[in-house]
Structure formats: structure tokens, C-alpha cells
């Protein structure tokens, strides 16, 4: 049990610029969650996978946000016509069925300059 | 809408001393109660949880928290602290939609 990774563990880029993010789940967990954590703030719910199926999205999400699970193992968070804004620390975590513990990854630092 | 409070935005204490981190929740949360430990530039790492039994939930590094329906509560105590346990927690419900308290940053004083 490798647990959860994910890469980068840090970004920056430019206002107005795309960036993707990766997430590896722990391998037999079927569900992938992603949350955003800004200075001060606990993790934010963003949305969450089972298996390949995105089964909620939160209102944080908006339609410059993409997430896929295409194969149902790891994950991918992109994040289109970056704004200052969306500087924050981007947390995948997963499990195995719902109401049990939810491991998390070290998260992806973003910073929109 | 779901919530959860955490009253105390950072906690000082005396190393080897007891200490309480609270955290109330709304009654719309669903009764899955958690507490995370987060480290500086680090992920969540899950200290306990409560899900359903016995009120009083034993978790790792000698944290334990008690469930109390009536008042809505899931405080976080540890009966003497180390140096180590510097870090911030936080309180969270939910089944699968995690909501998380903003946190309390424990700092343990030599």
C-alpha cells in the first residue's frame, strides 16, 4: 500500500494559463474524491468518483473545472483560464465504500501569479 | 446546509498537558464524524472516526473523542500532549461529501 499520491506537488503558472493535475488512488479503493484548501480554511468538497462515474459536483466547480477517472483508477483535475483565485492547495483523497476513512494525498500546491 | 464548527481557532498548551479541541456539528451533517491531522505542507491524516456504537472513540497517537448527540458535539481530547502533536486539526462530517471545520492549530509550548 503505496497510499495516495499525487503530481506536482507544486505549480505555478500564469493567469489564463491550463493546468492538469494527477491523482493515484490506493489501488483497490473505487472511490476518488477532490477537495480544495485555501490559507486558513479546512479542505473544501469539489467532487467526487466511483469507479469511472463522477457522481457529484459541488457548486465550487465551475465550468473551467474538469475532473475525469476515464479508467476508474487514477484521476485528473484540470483547471482552464487560470485566475488568482483558484491559488490553493488541491487535496485528492480515497476510500473504499462511503462513511469509511477517506486517505489523502499530499495535495498540489497551485499558485496563479 | 451542513456545517461544522470548530470554536477555537488555535490552542496553546503546556507540553505534558491535557488538552480539548472542540467541535460542534449541525444536525444535518450525517453522523459520520471524523478528526484529521494536518501537518505543515503535508495531507490529511485521519486521527479517529465515528461512525456508529460506542460514543467514546479511541484513535492513534492517544487522541480519543466523544460523540455527544444531544449537544451536537465530537470533542477531540488527549490527556497529555507532546511536542510532536504541534500541527492543526480538523473536525469533519459526512458520508462521502466530506465538510470540514476551518481547524485549530495546536501549538505545544516546551
Known sequence: DTGVSQDPRHKITKRGQNVTFRCDPISEHNRLYWYRQTLGQGPEFLTYFQNEAQLEKSRLLSDRFSAERPKGSFSTLEIQRTEQGDSAMYLCASSLVMGNEQFFGPGTRLTVL | ?110
Do not use: M
Open chain 2, 1 to 110: 446546509a451542513q456545517s461544522v464548527t470548530q470554536l477555537d481557532s488555535q490552542v496553546p498548551v503546556f507540553e505534558e498537558a491535557p488538552v480539548e479541541l472542540r467541535c460542534n456539528y449541525s444536525s444535518s451533517v450525517s453522523v459520520y464524524l471524523f478528526w484529521y491531522v494536518q501537518y505543515p505542507n503535508q495531507g490529511l491524516q485521519l486521527l479517529l472516526k465515528y461512525l456508529s456504537g460506542s460514543t467514546l472513540v479511541k484513535g492513534i497517537n492517544g487522541f480519543e473523542a466523544e460523540f455527544n448527540k444531544s449537544q451536537t458535539s465530537f470533542h477531540l481530547r488527549k490527556p497529555s500532549v507532546h511536542i510532536s502533536d504541534t500541527a492543526e486539526y480538523f473536525c469533519a462530517g459526512g458520508s462521502y461529501q466530506l465538510t470540514f471545520g476551518k481547524g485549530t492549530k495546536l501549538s505545544v509550548i516546551p
